[in-house]
């Protein structure tokens, strides 16, 4: 079963009432896989009637167009001061959103969604690993 599957239909054992649902993304690469299948899902949520946001860490790469139907928080830098800055920041919305779920795409995403559960662990956190099996358009170096 495909893993945007398995995803829903975790989401949908939650479905009691309307949730709000934080998609937390570090960057958001136009094309990009991960980006393409958190932007499905949020619009399959959107469709079933929940609250969708995002929050892109690195807010400098967020394009409004394709995120004009969401809310939309960003970060403005990476690193360990980003990190910091972004922890509070997506607490603050957390709690001001009163979010139910927080899905996390990427490795930064995750740890940042981790450390926001052990200070305000009001919310579901759901982590996700983007792979790909053809990775023949990557720049992998050899080392």
């Known amino acids: 079963m495909p893993a945007c599957l398995i995803l829903h239909a975790e989401i949908q054992k939650y479905k009691i009432i309307i949730m709000n649902i934080l998609f937390v993304l570090r960057d958001f690469p136009v094309g990009g896989g991960v980006e393409i299948v958190s932007l499905n899902l ?30 939309i928080y960003s970060g403005n830098s990476l690193g360990l001061i980003g990190i910091y800055k972004s922890l509070l920041s997506i607490i603050k919305w957390i709690k001001q959103g009163q979010y139910s779920v927080v899905i ?39 080392t």
């Open 104 to 142: 996390a795409a990427k490795e930064q995403a995750n740890i940042l969604t981790y450390l926001a559960s052990l200070f305000y662990a009001k919310f579901t956190p759901i982590y996700t690993r983007h792979c790909s099996f053809d990775v023949s358009d990557q720049k992998l170096s050899a």
């Open 42 to 71: 949020a619009y399959q949520f959107k469709k079933e009637g929940h609250e969708i946001s995002f929050f892109i860490m690195d807010g400098m790469t967020v394009p409004v167009d394709i995120y004009k139907d969401f809310k």
